[in-house]
């Protein structure tokens, strides 16, 4: 464990609201608006932090609980979470099952609170969430394998020593510009199938409208709707801790620079999460939402690209 | 039509007529007569009831023939409490004898869906009916809703407090997972009691309850309630001043529309054109403002013309500005039309046969949208209308994308209209003095809202004061439609339904 690896996990804690404000200030841009601040976010975090919350009556502890949770399981995740080469802090065989499933905590959590309220509206989101969250994962753990199989044979020295490399830090250091030119087609494959899971993770356009008003075509945002002050504080941050967890699996494998040195490997990973935040902004701004009943097809042919790009690499 | 077509007197918009020139239906002749025209196409614009000597009720239906540019007001006399209901045969009825029951305490015998409307106590009532109720009104909304019972259904109520600035109602979902099977509508939070204050004390107060009857549409009802003065009165109105208020109009037409197609792709998350057109809307509505200085308006109409001018200079401002609006307008719009995503939402959502709209007396863009060619601009045309005809917009799909692009075609032959007009109008003065209005006389006077028909119906007594002042905001008729085109929908759908139809609440409520 090196120095830079233990300061990374605490610069996303700063960093990720960061990214939000990125996709904020493109998709006004794009609509001629003025548009709210870069730090937007930061702002609403400290002014929920001075508020007090409201809880209903018929909710219960695990209405309370759903917040610390998600945020408790964010910030785990982030010290299995590599920047690209920069490893993290913890990694050890099969971390991206915990990576993965931490977010499966994290949802798991905001759909219970949902459904403790008894909101029929709240049932609706936690109803489609998990229709929904049932098929990106899929997506994300065949395309991580085919990004570990792809990059089995350029595992940087440091990590060579690894018992197999199905670290995250393993599999993330491997993925240098010799992986992408041998197996570049695949990665990209790869590549798309993470992006098409960032946006639906972290309920963005083509899948959910994080702006919407409107209850009944919300998915994640009806499901926190009876969460006010520092509760709600604590989920728009976990929201954005979120978008950096997955943004970073994204950035890593579509930045292959790997020079060794953690700082500059970090920064690059870094410009790739806010190139990532622009696309995002880009996409938001140029398409509509997907009908609710076309969103599973276009998660499944996700699935689909990832394991498309396995059987590729199992191939060669 | 049958033997008692020469029983009617059919008259034309905003003209005033004796009502002893208009002989009284028994019942059953009144029943079989308006079932029979309605049969035959034509529409059921206002259907409703007040007191008369006698202690009797008098039932009135006005009746519309598009395609004659007529209207044929036929009523009968009502000495006991009920009578059998036309609904069953006749579903444009639906709402209308509700309201008469709610109103009037007449019961439409046979009724499938008698429920409150509005939930207020009857104040339209037969003169021996004794002194009306007072005490406090049901509480809105309390009513048997439409209840399905299953393992799998499950039932979602939204409103009346909505998260977005909007006004309040209460719709009731019967849903099985996704899928709806049934919509119930239940309004009347905004209830105001403007009909009833419109028999009670008219005179001054008048004009601004027209004003805010539905705020959007302000020029429409005020408008529909000049010429309905204008036509008791006997008043000319200048021909200058028919043609600011046919500007007037149109700018209104103009400026909703644009907010509705805006609010159509913000509906599916399509921000571009959202973001514009919620800029141009303002654009339009302070085009609205250099008229009159009010945003939506309010102070520009009055009975026997318009309350301003508009000299040379400010005309060229406005004319440099609309070219502007356009421009800019037909950039935005074009945008969504040319996005696949957004058509994917649109196409085949929402959709309302045309033997539906026709069924259910479906007006305006809505009915347009379903390939109905109704515009009273056209059918009955009056003022400006009669001189320079605006082409009527019609698409035949009746879905989310009929109904915006049939809001969009209207905008650009309102601006062509607007332009046109502009370019020539006529001198003279705009505001001639306004007559008494005639006793005992009817009119019905019919505008072309950008919502669709207003309806204003006007008896006057014997001092000229109002007997009756019925008021049909085009969202009376529509509604019920916006309850249809939700069956076998995706749920997640109706923000987008909803938006298409755009409805008025307080204008249903008055």
Known sequence: MNTPSLILPFLALILSPLLVGIVNRTKAFFAGRTGQPLFQLYFDLAKLLRKGAVYSKTTSWIFRAGPVVQLAAAITALFVLPWGGASAPFHFNGDLILLAYLMGLMRFFTVLAALDTGSAFEGMGASREVQFSALAEPALLVGLAAAAHAGHDHIAPPLGNFQGALSLSGIYSSLSMDAWLSSGPALLMVAGALFVVFLAENSRIPFDDPNTHLELTMIHEVMILDHGGPDLAMILYGASLKMWLLGSLTAGLIVPVRTGNAWLDASAVFAGLCFLALLTGVVESTMARLRLLRVPQLLVSAGFLSTLALILLLWR | ?510
């Not at chain 2, 208009?22 to 029979?36: H, K, P, Q, S, V």
């Not at chain 2, 010429?227 to 909703?256: D, F, Y």
């Not at chain 2, 049939?406 to 003095?433: A, D, H, Y």
């Open chain 2, 1 to 510: 039509m049958s033997h008692l077509a020469s029983k009617v007197l059919p008259i034309s918009n905003s003209q005033k007529v004796d009502l002893s020139h208009i002989a009284g239906m028994t019942l059953d002749d009144f029943l079989d007569y308006t079932l029979e025209a309605t049969e035959h196409g034509v529409r059921l614009s206002a259907f409703f009831a007040h007191p008369v000597e006698g202690n009797l009720m008098r039932l009135w239906a006005i009746l519309v023939y598009d395609h004659q540019s007529l209207v044929l007001p036929v009523y009968t006399d009502l000495a006991q409490d009920s009578y059998p209901s036309l609904t069953p045969y006749c579903p444009q009825a639906h709402w209308f004898e509700r309201e008469i029951l709610e109103q009037c305490g007449i019961k439409p015998e046979g009724h499938p869906w008698l429920k409150p409307i509005r939930f207020h106590r009857p104040f339209c009532r037969r003169s021996n009916a004794g002194p009306d109720d007072e005490s406090a009104p049901p509480q809105v909304g309390s009513t048997d809703f439409f209840h399905m019972e299953g393992e799998e259904i499950h039932e979602v109520a939204v409103g009346p407090v909505h998260a977005g600035i909007i006004e309040p109602g209460h719709f009731r979902f019967q849903c099985h997972g996704e899928n709806v099977f049934h919509l119930e509508i239940s309004l009347g939070y905004q209830y105001r009691g403007i009909e009833r204050a419109l028999t009670a004390e008219p005179g001054r107060r008048a004009i601004h309850y027209m004003e805010t009857a539905a705020g959007d549409t302000t020029i429409g009802h005020t408008l529909a309630y000049c010429q309905a003065m204008e036509s008791l009165g006997g008043t000319q109105v200048p021909p200058r001043a028919q043609a600011l208020r046919g500007i007037a109009l149109e700018l209104e037409r103009i400026a909703n529309h644009t907010g509705d197609l805006g609010a159509l792709a913000g509906d599916v998350g399509y921000l571009p054109t959202l973001s514009y057109c919620g800029r141009i809307r303002g654009d339009v509505l302070n085009m609205t403002a250099m008229l009159c200085g009010n945003r939506f308006g309010r102070g520009f109409l009055r009975p026997g013309g318009t309350a301003y001018d508009v000299e040379p200079e400010r005309r060229d401002t406005l004319l440099k500005r609309l070219d502007a609006v356009e421009r800019d307008l037909a950039v935005a719009v074009n945008l969504m039309w040319k996005a696949p995503s957004v058509l994917a939402r649109f196409e085949g959502t929402g959709t309302v046969e045309r033997k539906v709209c026709d069924a259910i007396g479906l007006v305006g863009p809505a009915a347009r949208a379903s390939g109905a060619n109704r515009d009273i601009r056209k059918d009955m045309p009056l003022g400006i209308f009669q001189f320079a005809q605006v082409p009527v917009s019609t698409w035949d799909s009746g879905d989310v994308f009929a109904r915006g692009y049939v809001r969009w075609l209207e905008i650009q032959q309102s601006i062509s209209f607007i332009r046109e007009q502009l370019e020539s109008l006529p001198g003279g003065s705009v505001l001639s003095t306004p007559g008494n209005p005639a006793p005992h006389h009817l009119t019905i006077s019919l505008v072309e809202g950008w919502r669709g028909e207003i309806c204003h119906v006007a008896i006057s007594d014997a001092g000229g004061n109002f007997t009756r002042y019925k008021i049909i905001d085009p969202s009376f008729h529509n509604w019920f439609g916006l309850a249809y085109a939700l069956r076998d929908q995706q749920i997640s759908d109706f923000p987008l339904c909803n938006k298409s139809f755009n409805l008025s609440y307080c204008g249903h409520d008055l």
